[in-house]
């Protein structure tokens, strides 16, 4: 009983992480996480069914604090340039929202790219709801070995040669488990294949064959693009970012560039 009584409270280490910030970081952090969306969420006592994850949405949640804690200058310097609407809606619904996403992760590394794109909300002129919570739901079915090969990627460090397996093994992951990743970041449309604008070629081509021989058929003759019989699909498939790739990259990094 007398450790129970000892043990502090969700709301006491949130503020023991906040009470070490810079002037001026309590008021913003408490006011947008600690008395709206994370008072509503974490209860005051947990029974053993639960404990486990009551444990680690407290410890994630706390991971939160402290990562935003880590941002607080550029958190401050944005806040006070927000107007009351834009205000708002993150204290209404995107602190909440985000919040939802770090209880129920299962790596807490991940937390600190969800700490950056709370950053690159903030510093959204104009607030893009649907981009927020399509990137939240992407970086959500993404593992941390995943977000290491797409920022990789992005950086240009990925290279096919005789060092490619030294990379893989800095991974601790193999070719097989390589492939599957990229599949996986294809799939998610973060990646692009050279055979997507391989098959938009070809397409458009058929689409032009068509009106040229519709053209004869109807007496009239179109020009036919010459582009078309200098045609050739590229044998290897590449794989390089695509837009929301690096979009994603961006709005998770920290860096706060903007989208294409």
């Keep these: 009983m007398a450790a129970d009584k000892n043990r502090k409270s969700f709301k006491e280490k949130a503020y023991d992480i906040i009470?070490?910030?810079a002037e001026g970081g309590v008021s913003t952090i408490s006011e947008i996480f600690l008395e709206g969306a994370l008072g509503a969420v974490v209860p005051g006592a947990t029974s053993?069914?639960?404990s486990y994850k009551q444990n680690r949405m407290e410890k994630n949640l706390l991971r939160l604090i402290q990562e935003l804690q880590d941002r607080i200058t550029t958190i401050e310097?944005?806040?006070?340039?927000?107007d009351p609407d834009?205000?708002?809606?993150?204290?209404?619904?995107f602190a909440g929202l985000i919040c939802d996403y770090v209880i129920d992760e299962q790596e807490e590394e991940k937390?600190?790219?969800?700490?950056?794109?709370?950053?690159?909300?903030?510093?959204q002129e104009k607030i893009n709801m649907d981009q927020t919570i399509i990137y939240l739901d992407i970086l959500k079915s993404l593992?941390?070995?995943d977000i290491r090969i797409l920022f990789d990627k992005g950086k240009g460090i990925i290279l096919h040669n005789e060092?490619?397996?030294?990379?893989?093994d800095q991974l601790g992951i193999n070719n097989e488990q390589y492939r599957m990743i990229n599949d996986k970041l294809l799939r998610l449309g973060l990646y692009k294949s050279s055979y997507d604008d391989e098959y938009q070629k070809l397409v458009k081509n058929v689409n032009d064959l068509t009106d040229f021989a519709m053209s004869l058929q109807k007496g009239k003759s179109n020009r036919l693009r010459s582009t078309i019989t200098s045609f050739k699909p590229k044998d290897r498939e590449s794989i390089s970012l695509s837009k929301l790739g690096r979009g994603f990259i961006n709005y998770f990094s920290g860096e706060m560039?903007?989208?294409e």
């Design 19 to 21: 009470d070490v910030s």
């Design 48 to 50: 053993v069914i639960f």
């Design 77 to 82: 310097e944005l806040y006070e340039k927000m």
């Design 86 to 93: 834009k205000k708002f809606v993150i204290q209404e619904f």
């Design 111 to 123: 937390i600190k790219y969800i700490a950056n794109g709370f950053v690159s909300l903030s510093g």
């Design 143 to 145: 593992r941390l070995i």
């Design 163 to 168: 060092n490619f397996q030294e990379y893989l």
């Design 257 to 259: 560039e903007e989208d």
